[in-house]
């Protein structure tokens, strides 16, 4: 029988980490909310997700990681536990994007009665600004490598006051930490907004599988984190 490949995710980009193991198509998850994300309390995690699923950091076949936008030092922290773990076993690692996978814990979440058309994925930035993007989602007509997204981007991910965010589209859910963080964007946009939606890296778990199907994993030294912010330093000035 064929077992399946044994892949380990990880997220620290917002704060909270989340831990999550696809194992024989079944998937284990552990949560640890707070504000502030550290080395050894993702690696405590880890460690305590491969204990309860029997399973040896050996016996990976690869890794994903949300590799930002978000905060800073959560970014640089899942990324780097990711690399330090990958380099040492010689694994692939998948990169997936923190606000899809925002995105693909609210509709993992959402009632089968009262389906979403898509999510606006609002995480907060600081500095008065918003990461934010749009995903639909899928319907089972759409045509994707990716079969594991329940969401599929819509433009690009985009760092935004909150004043640009745009209006959601009929049958749409905002969500996230953006929308806390700036009330009357949240009262704006409306549409039962979810303040408190945070990243669950195993809600991204059937998208990273199917990633690592299609041979979409890297070479861990090659993964770079996504912060949006640093572009700025890229515009031309005027």
Not at 115 to 140: H, I, K, N, S, W
Not at 175 to 186: D, E, I, K, Q, R
Not at 198 to 203: H, M, S
Request: glycine residues 12%; hydrophobic residues 45%.
């Amino acid at each position: 029988m064929n077992r399946g490949p044994i892949i380990l995710g990880l997220d620290a980009s917002t704060g909270a980490s989340s831990v999550a193991l696809v194992q024989g198509g079944h998937i284990l998850s552990r949560c640890e909310p707070g504000e502030r994300a550290t080395t050894g309390g993702l690696l405590g995690l880890i460690d305590a997700l491969l204990a309860e699923a029997g399973v040896a950091r050996s016996a990976l076949d690869a890794l994903a990681v949300t590799r930002g936008p978000g905060g800073f030092t959560g970014v640089r922290i899942g990324v780097g536990v990711a690399q330090g773990i990958a380099l040492g076993l010689e694994r692939p690692v998948i990169a997936l994007s923190t606000l899809q996978v925002l995105a693909e814990t609210v509709v993992a979440r959402q009632r089968a009665d009262s389906p979403v058309a898509g999510v606006l994925a609002v995480l907060d930035a600081r500095m008065g600004e918003v990461y934010a993007a749009r995903y639909r989602c899928r319907q089972p007509a759409d045509e994707s490598p990716r079969d594991g997204a329940r969401t599929r981007l819509e433009g690009e991910e985009a760092l935004l006051t909150p004043a640009a965010v745009p209006a959601l589209a009929p049958g749409w859910q905002a969500a996230g930490s953006g929308l806390a963080a700036h009330p009357p964007l949240a009262e704006r946009l409306g549409g039962a907004p979810d303040v408190a939606a945070v990243p669950d890296i195993g809600a991204a778990m059937p998208l990273a599988l199917a990633l690592h199907a299609a041979g979409e994993g890297s070479d861990a030294a090659a993964l770079q984190p996504v912060y949006l912010r640093d572009r700025v330093a890229d515009q031309p000035k005027s």
